[in-house]
């Protein structure tokens, strides 16, 4: 929260636009066999031989997506990267190069700048994917981030939103809502921040919670779990709008209804008790929070023996003939119409 006033400034112009990338990309090495060349001509080429390629993008916007009076720049970076990562891996793919776009004002050091691309360097070293280029330019305000990521996938692996089927099963990954409540803590610590300037919150009992919001992780490991286990699901999604949201475009897509179990939804013990603390209904947040980037799956049930043991899945619900519709099956048995309250930038229903 406390910001050192005495930061060394080097203003970008000194080094203009091409010596800016120069100096930020002399550290991305190639590690992808696909990476023919990466930054430094006027395109880079890619060799994917017999693979399909998926691309996705996203923009994050400073004052829509992020708060830099809470997100720190190095994680802001990591962040950009692992929202895009997680698209990749949503389609069952391997994620291979990103491109990174970024505008910004000048009130902007190169130190800053420098912070944002090594968390940008951490995620692409750590998830193995390729820098390959981008753009840079300047912006009149605030600072924005675009950026794309590739992957590959056989044609036999490749799973989209449109294939559940009635009585496939619907399985979760990891824990819900804690990016939301992670938000939550951070927004009101800034409120504090903002009358109290010298008080340091404490935010020990919030780890998780906070590091889900601020540094998420892509689940790039349930993509090799599920090769391992033999399961290939028959519809896929990644969780950026909550999970309502997301379980409304499988259930759309694949023309298929759904009955959500409210007591299986997967909450961390910190979660619960930062609910609790701030009287905010935990099954509401899961439904409707967003940014947890866990993958949401369905799988036919002769598939159930081969997850049923796992403890990074949960089956949550199963599906049911299109003309049930779609339910949450409450804890005390009745059934609610599940309906799409994600976050959303556009004020409209949400991708």
């Known amino acids: 929260m406390i910001e050192d006033k005495n930061q060394q400034r080097t203003d970008l112009g000194q080094l203009g636009e091409f010596g800016l990338i120069e100096h930020l990309t002399k550290h991305f090495d190639i590690k992808q066999s696909s990476t023919i060349k990466g930054i430094g001509d006027d395109a880079a080429v890619l060799d994917f031989k017999d693979k399909q390629v998926v691309v996705t993008t996203d923009l994050l916007v400073e004052g829509v997506h992020f708060d830099l009076a809470y997100m720190p720049l190095k994680h802001l970076g990591y962040k950009a990267v692992i929202v895009n990562l997680s698209d990749v891996y949503a389609m069952n793919a391997e994620a291979t190069q990103i491109t990174v776009s970024i505008a910004l004002s000048n009130r902007f050091p190169l130190e800053a700048v420098e912070e944002l691309y090594s968390g940008i360097e ?18 009149t305000k605030g600072l924005l981030i675009s950026v794309t990521a590739m992957g590959v996938v056989n044609e036999e692996d490749v799973v989209y939103r449109n294939g559940a089927k009635p009585n496939d099963l619907l399985v979760v990954t990891g824990d819900l809502g804690g990016a939301y409540m992670g938000l939550q803590v951070l927004e009101r610590e800034k409120e504090v921040f903002k009358v109290n300037p010298e008080n340091q919150p404490d935010l020990d009992p919030y780890t998780y919670i906070i590091e889900r919001q601020l540094k998420p992780e892509a689940r790039k490991d349930i993509v090799k779990l599920l090769k391992d286990l033999d399961v290939k699901p028959t519809a896929m999604i990644d969780i950026s709008d909550g999970l309502s949201s997301e379980i409304i475009h499988i259930c759309k897509q694949s023309k ?21 603390e701030f009287d905010i209904d935990g099954t509401t947040v899961a439904l409707s929070g967003g940014e947890d980037y866990e993958l949401l799956f369905t799988i036919s049930q002769e598939d159930y023996p081969k997850i049923k043991a796992n403890p990074n899945l949960t089956v949550i619900g199963y599906m049911t003939e299109e003309s049930a519709g779609m339910h949450l099956v409450t804890r005390a048995e009745t059934k609610i119409p599940l309906k799409a309250q994600g976050w959303n930038a556009l004020n409209n229903d949400s991708e």
């Open 122 to 139: 951490a995620a692409a070293k750590l998830y193995n994917v390729d820098v390959i280029g981008g753009d840079t330019t300047s912006s």
């Open 256 to 276: 298929v209804g759904c009955d959500l179990y409210e007591n299986k939804i997967p909450l961390d013990p910190q979660f619960i008790s930062t609910c609790e």
